[in-house]
């Protein structure tokens, strides 16, 4: 069976990296450093949109590119045509020859998808030879953040939608091909009912939906003998788009059209409307559907949706009960882009022992944690989340803790106690040890479940827009101390 890379791409993504990564490969390797141990961390520092949580994506992704992780020898023809501004080739032969031999060996825990996550909570950990953990670097954010970002505002505009089915429409707006593939997957895992991406429904199991456009209609001498020919061809998915010329008088041929749609034993699936003010015009087509007998006829709204205009028309008693949602969604259009970051943490040295290490700047959020991090959430008596707690697994156990406090990195006066006989669970679980894969990726559909429950979860002032609660995450005691004396050694203060 074909991997996933080799239905999409048919080659090496190995050269799919900056490449400062490879240059400094090529610098450990000059220093003898190749096989050096080091964790690196991948993680954000703010939940996207504004909003209260995140919801984790890619990890599929993630696992089939470190399966064919290797670098062919085209890649290596072309990496030796490479020069310096002087002219002199790149890289030595020798190294060339190194990673032509190199195989994936390194240990990798992440956060499952659909996971509901926060800021600097790792999403995924790295450790193994320091050449290898380097050159993760770009493929892991280029996978994790946009997937991560994309499952996100899906899961926002389903909320939005209370329940009723979102369809995802975004692919001819999309970034590019890999765009809209890893959209539609995203979208779908956030919550999306259905694409009209047919390749991503062929290469992931999504369900595909989709109409008719306007050329449709104009195809034809009236927009009444352009709904009955659409019909004749699809009489049992017949969703008639009403808005080409007069959006009412489209409502009344597509009632018509319906009429002769019964006659023959079959049904008026849905109208489509993708212009004009939706919440009036939906209401007038409920009204003019239901008084024609066609209750069960659904009403579908697209027009540059996103949730915040699906909420608006949830409050203004629109009669819309499936939604189409395209540019606003598979392009993340008022967030482009995650930002999340891939960050050092430890690094044994020659007595084998781990010196753990961090990013310090002048601002306090973009200073990294250190340590083999693994992160704990705590659940409340009815189940929903209650706290998370980032901690050194090296050095701390909550297991043999009976309270774990819990500080705010970025300010250490906001603090939480919690019992540890409080339930929870460890976020981080092994996907790969030495290389090896030792995680089955649940089937999409498992996915998409397990992030509705995730989302459940979540107390409903963290999931509403405006203004939502912070969730509580922070740092471990004894890790918060540690890094702060780290700081203040690397400022020379201590």
Avoid at 4 to 21: M, N, P
Avoid at 332 to 347: E, N, R, S, W
Wanted: proline residues 5%; contains cysteine; aromatic residues 10%.
């Amino acid at each position: 069976m074909k991997t996933l890379q080799e239905k999409i791409y048919g080659s090496s993504l190995a050269l799919l990296t900056d490449l400062y990564q490879i240059t400094m490969a090529y610098a450990y390797w000059k220093n003898q450093m190749t096989e050096q141990e080091a964790v690196f961390n991948m993680f954000f520092r703010k939940n996207p949109f504004n909003g209260g949580y995140t919801v984790a994506c890619g990890l599929a992704y993630v696992i089939d590119y470190l399966e064919n992780f290797r670098f062919t020898q085209e890649d290596i023809d072309y990496l030796s045509t490479l020069t310096s501004p002087s002219g002199h080739p790149l890289f030595e032969p020798g190294f060339l020859d190194y990673l032509a031999q190199l195989r994936f060996t390194c240990d990798i825990d992440a956060i499952p998808e659909g996971t509901v996550v926060f800021p600097h909570e790792p999403l995924l950990r790295v450790k193994g030879p320091l050449i290898q953990g380097q050159l993760l670097e770009t493929p892991l954010l280029n996978i994790i953040n946009f997937q991560t970002l994309i499952a996100t505002k899906a899961a926002r505009v389903c909320h939005a939608a209370q329940g009723e089915p979102v369809l995802e429409f975004g692919l001819r707006r999309a970034q590019g091909i890999d765009g809209g593939l890893a959209a539609s997957r995203a979208a779908y895992i956030g919550g999306c009912a259905a694409t009209s991406n047919v390749l991503a429904g062929k290469l992931f199991g999504i369900p595909v939906r989709g109409t008719h456009a306007h050329s449709w209609v104009m195809s034809f001498s009236d927009e009444k003998t352009a709904f009955r020919a659409y019909a004749q061809a699809m009489p049992y998915n017949c969703v008639l788009l009403v808005d080409t010329y007069d959006t009412l008088e489209g409502i009344k041929n597509a009632i018509e059209v319906g009429k002769e749609l019964q006659a023959q034993g079959y049904q008026l699936s849905g109208i489509r409307l993708d212009s004009g003010d939706l919440a009036y015009l939906s209401i007038k087509a409920r009204q003019m559907l239901d008084e024609a007998g066609f209750t069960h006829t659904n009403i579908l709204a697209s027009n540059d949706l996103d949730e915040y205009i699906v909420a608006s028309l949830k409050q203004q008693e629109a009669c819309i009960n499936v939604w189409g949602i395209g540019t606003k969604l598979v392009t993340a259009f008022d967030q482009p882009a995650l930002g999340g970051v891939y960050k050092m943490t430890a690094i044994k040295n020659k007595a084998g022992k781990w010196d753990y290490k961090l990013k310090i700047s002048e601002q306090a959020i973009k200073i990294s944690n250190p340590g083999l991090l693994q992160v704990q959430r705590f659940y409340d008596e009815e189940g929903l989340c209650m706290a998370d707690v980032i901690y050194d697994q090296e050095s701390f156990n909550p297991h043999q803790q009976e309270q774990v406090i819990i500080i705010d990195p970025l300010d250490p006066t906001r603090r939480k106690i919690v019992d540890t006989s409080t339930p929870s669970q460890l976020l981080l679980q092994p996907i790969f040890k030495q290389g090896i894969k030792c995680y089955q990726s649940p089937d999409i559909q498992t996915i998409r479940a397990y992030a509705q429950k995730q989302i459940k979860t979540l107390h409903p002032t963290i999931r509403r827009f405006t203004n939502p609660h912070q969730y509580p995450v922070g740092l471990e005691k004894s890790l918060y101390e540690l890094k702060t004396q780290l700081i203040l050694k690397l400022r020379h203060l201590a």
